[in-house]
């Protein structure tokens, strides 16, 4: 088949997807408002949501008050943080697959989340021990650029920013970093609850600020991963091969790194340690769809939104002491990410 015309095909095909990912996205958004331990009807929902966009108060005025705080304060915030959050670990997913030329490599690959997650429980920690009140997703934040600092500067030492040298300086300090959390576990004593929930991952108590916060960073990041996805595309190549193209292998390389590293930093921070969406996205989408970071980024986004939400759904329904939700996609990612490998490794496809 002519190539030109393959790859248009290809395109019909990511845009049917990606139409259809966003009429399901909807579809998830009005349900994951309605369900809970109040249900609350579509129009009542579509009433609430208007008014307060638009100001108008009257339209939801014979609405009681206190459903009308359960779906604008309570779930919205926390539905707009999840699919935000899933794009988010999703794309970086599609980031570090490529620049490290591994499709098993996900936003974990280089430390960046434990380091995250080092500094969240370093928070929690001299919180409980010295009664001090100090912000947990900055010091995730900080801890995470410290830990891509560490990985550049060790991996650097060596043959420069090679894949290999960047997997092995993030094993070594993911295996540090982990050490460090499970000490700091053993010294809280009775208080350790507190560092293991966040551990676990979960988007319970989510407000504006924390959707807001990612509104802010992912929307900007996937656009300029889509603006140099070229170059992506063509590093997927090796190395050597990128450089007889013309690409500044080095300089592409970088600025995806921070970029992947940003993206899941501030993801984990909002969300704690969610594992296996930034893995199991891009590598389905790239075994169903295509392989072109181009196509795949934006894809990534939706589905990665879509599955992140749908599991915080699930998380919030299915127990009344509401499971992390961490724990629900590592418990049914690492089987379903099983089953996919071997059907491809029988050589039968997806």
């Not at 974990?108 to 434990?114: D, M, R, V, W």
């Amino acid at each position: 088949m002519n190539p030109i015309l393959a790859y248009r095909a290809v395109r019909k095909k990511c845009f049917r997807l990606v139409v259809l990912l966003c009429i399901a996205l909807v579809v998830l958004v009005f349900l994951s408002l309605g369900l809970g331990a109040m249900d609350i009807p579509a129009d009542r929902i579509l009433r609430i949501v208007w008014g307060k966009l638009s100001g108008k108060a009257d339209w939801y005025a014979g609405i009681p008050p206190g459903m009308a705080a359960v779906v604008w304060e309570l779930r919205l915030p926390r539905i707009i943080t999840s699919i935000l959050a899933g794009a988010g670990l999703a794309v970086s997913g599609v980031i570090f697959q490529g620049i490290l030329q591994n499709p098993l490599a996900d936003p974990y690959t280089l430390g960046i989340s434990t380091g995250a997650a080092f500094g969240a429980s370093l928070a929690l920690f001299l919180n409980i021990l010295l009664g001090l009140a100090l912000p947990i997703s900055f010091a995730a934040l900080v801890f995470a650029a410290l830990t891509l600092v560490f990985v550049l500067l060790i991996s650097g030492r060596g043959s420069g920013l090679v894949s290999a040298n960047l997997i092995m300086a993030g094993i070594i300090l993911s295996a540090i970093l982990s050490a460090g959390i499970s000490f700091m576990k053993m010294l809280s004593g009775e208080n350790v609850g507190a560092i293991v929930f966040w551990l676990m991952g979960s988007l319970s108590a989510r407000g504006w600020n924390d959707a807001l916060l990612l509104a802010l960073v992912i929307p900007a990041a996937v656009v300029l991963a889509l603006i140099f996805a070229a170059d992506l595309n063509i590093l997927t190549l090796g190395s050597r091969s990128a450089e007889s193209l013309g690409v500044e292998v080095k300089r592409v390389r970088f600025f995806y790194l921070l970029l992947g590293a940003a993206i899941t930093a501030v993801c984990v921070s909002v969300c704690g340690v969610i594992g296996f969406v930034g893995l199991i996205v891009p590598h389905l989408l790239r075994m169903a769809v295509t392989s072109d970071n181009r196509l795949l980024l934006p894809l990534s986004a939706l589905l990665g939104g879509l599955l992140l939400c749908a599991a915080d759904t699930c998380a919030r329904l299915l127990s009344s002491g509401e499971i992390p939700v961490g724990v629900l996609t590592t418990l049914l990612g690492g089987p379903f990410f099983l089953f996919i490998f071997l059907r491809r490794k029988d050589g039968r496809g997806i």
